[in-house]
């Protein structure tokens, strides 16, 4: 599992309320991102970083933002939650160090919006 | 716009028997390719990889096919297990440009 972990795995929030997911990687790896996952779209890239304080947007970061302060995590804040963001979400890394390396992946955070 | 997609979304074989499960690309400059399993309620799990200057990889029991000509790849699984039962996406990379990932073909396999 390439030493990832998110927190938490399942939550349950109301539309207009923040929340913050946490990624944590133990293994010092320069790169990080957060995907969401829904049915018929895959894998979708919202955000990623390339080190502490740097990051960039991905394909559909609308009403995301990020934060790295340090190295092992990687936050991802929905400011006011809506329905539209109900999905799966997943933290990766690359291994390799590059953005275009071979990405693992968290276990992922259900997240339901109502 | 460009992406990487699937033949098949369902694929239903028997325990034993060999699974090919098939992805399109097109983008002729991407140069290297992955294959991903995703068992229900997990994240996705790397399988194997290659690069475009080769054809063909193998791993064990599983081994992936790239033929650039028709910008075709493939993931062939030998004796099939139950435990093969998943979602299977292939993921593409161009160069200076982020992974990008297919939707999926869902294997199922019965005994």
Known sequence: DAGI??????????????????CHQTENHRYMYWYRQDPGHGLRLIHYSYGVKDTDKGEVSDGYSVSRSKTEDFLLTLESATSSQTSVYFCAISEGGGRTDTQYFGPGTRLTVL | GESVGLHLPTLSVQEGDNSIINCAYSNSASDYFIWYKQESGKGPQFIIDIRSNMDKRQGQRVTVLLNKTVKHLSLQIAATQPGDSAV???????AGTALIFGKGTTLSVSS
């Open chain 1, 5 to 22: 972990t998110q927190s938490p795995r399942h939550k349950v929030t109301e539309t207009g309320t923040p929340v913050t997911l946490r």
């Open chain 2, 88 to 94: 299977y996406f292939c993921a593409e990379n161009r």
